[in-house]
């Protein structure tokens, strides 16, 4: 199941400019990663045909959750992987499925399938991983069981303003709401995610609210823009800290091929596929006359010309409480 899969993680971490080096993992770690692969009386017991026999434990119909916002703005929640201390995870709706750092895949005795070498996409480019299993997942009081993830085998760290730092990319990808829940939502003002199991979302509970439809591709949510008479598909991205992105071949057909206003802030980027500045990937803001996105026309909007797919990120979704209405295939605004 992971064997031939493409992996989307659009997670992308910043940090003020300084050395970073960026790699594949030490052999002593891939090693190790190795050593903790499943053994055929493990995967008996881990499958149900040839699939992970993964298993969803709910606590009612609701469960609400704090969301931690990180320096970045991204929504993080604590989770527990196999009975370790609680973790801090962003919970990515750009990843297809979890990912974890080989880091914390060590640390949490994570069983391994070295055979699985899922590709991974991501806003800077491209990497491979290593198929795993998370026996047991624990967020707040949802427990879930044999749940498949991937490894990644590349790493970054600072210099000298952060020796011996490594950057952790570790996130909850939107399978986890898209196979195991009737509604997610990200109230982003309160600080709160709330799953639903089983019933339907309920509807809006605040006075301003917009509806759009979003369809499912490469397991991400993506959604329709329009600006005139160019329309595109953009991931709702929960793990994107910028607004609305676009990328080059985009903007030339928007009109801005070139011009804006070019981005060149003393940070790096850091994500799957590597590092750059923003100088190097060429970032730079355009405003377009009207954008019409998640049910609202918006005047004057400003695009983000950046690295990677086109993203609607936690930076726009901030002021909003957030609905993936699963079993519709609607996402809510509200306000």
């Known amino acids: 199941m992971l064997r031939a899969a493409l992996v989307i993680t659009t997670a992308c971490f910043f940090l003020a400019a300084c050395g970073v080096s960026h790699g594949p993992v030490s052999g002593g770690t891939l090693r190790q990663l190795q050593s903790q692969a499943v053994t055929v009386g493990e995967a008996r017991s881990m499958l149900r045909g040839d699939r992970f026999d993964t298993r969803s434990s709910p606590p009612g119909p609701t469960l609400r959750i704090p969301m931690r916002r990180d320096h970045?703005?991204?929504?993080?929640?604590?989770?527990?992987?196999?009975?370790?201390?609680?973790?801090?995870?962003?919970?990515?709706?750009?990843?297809?499925?979890?990912?974890?750092?080989?880091?914390?895949?060590?640390?949490?005795?994570?069983?391994?399938?070295?055979?699985?070498?899922p590709q991974m996409q991501g806003v800077i480019g491209k990497e491979a991983g290593m198929g795993g299993v998370i026996e047991r997942l624990q967020i707040g009081d949802w427990r879930l069981e044999n749940l498949p993830c991937v490894i990644r085998l590349q790493r970054s760290s600072g210099g000298i303003d952060y020796l011996g730092q490594d950057f952790d990319i570790s996130v909850l990808g939107f399978h986890l709401a898209q196979k195991y829940c009737s509604y997610i939502t990200f109230d982003y003002p309160r600080g709160e995610i709330e799953l639903g199991f089983g019933q339907r979302f309920s509807g809006p509970r605040l006075a301003k609210h917009v509806k759009s439809s979003y369809k499912l591709q490469q397991g991400v949510p993506m959604t329709r823009l329009t600006t005139g008479k160019v329309s595109w598909d953009a991931i709702v991205d929960t793990g994107s800290a910028f607004g609305v992105e676009i990328d080059q071949?985009?903007?030339?057909?928007?009109?801005?091929?070139?011009?804006?206003?070019?981005?060149?802030?003393?940070?790096?980027?850091?994500?799957?596929?590597?590092?750059?500045?923003?100088?190097?990937?060429?970032?730079?803001?355009?405003?377009?006359?009207?954008?019409?996105?998640?049910?609202?026309?918006?005047?004057?909007?400003?695009?983000?010309?950046?690295?990677?797919?086109?993203?609607?990120?936690?930076?726009?979704?901030?002021?909003?409480?957030?609905?993936?209405?699963?079993?519709?295939?609607?996402?809510?605004?509200?306000?």
Do not use: C, Y
Request: charged share 20%.
């Open 72 to 117: 970045a703005g991204l929504p993080h929640v604590d989770a527990s992987i196999n009975g370790r201390s609680p973790t801090r995870l962003l919970f990515d709706t750009g990843a297809t499925v979890t990912v974890l750092s080989a880091d914390l895949a060590m640390r949490s005795d994570l069983a391994t399938v070295p055979g699985a070498k």
């Open 249 to 335: 071949k985009l903007a030339a057909r928007l009109g801005h091929a070139t011009g804006g206003t070019a981005v060149d802030a003393p940070f790096v980027m850091i994500g799957v596929g590597g590092t750059t500045t923003p100088r190097e990937a060429g970032v730079r803001i355009i405003t377009v006359p009207g954008l019409r996105m998640l049910g609202h026309e918006f005047k004057k909007a400003q695009l983000d010309v950046m690295p990677g797919m086109p993203r609607i990120g936690s930076f726009f979704l901030k002021d909003f409480r957030v609905t993936f209405d699963i079993r519709r295939q609607l996402i809510w605004l509200e306000w």
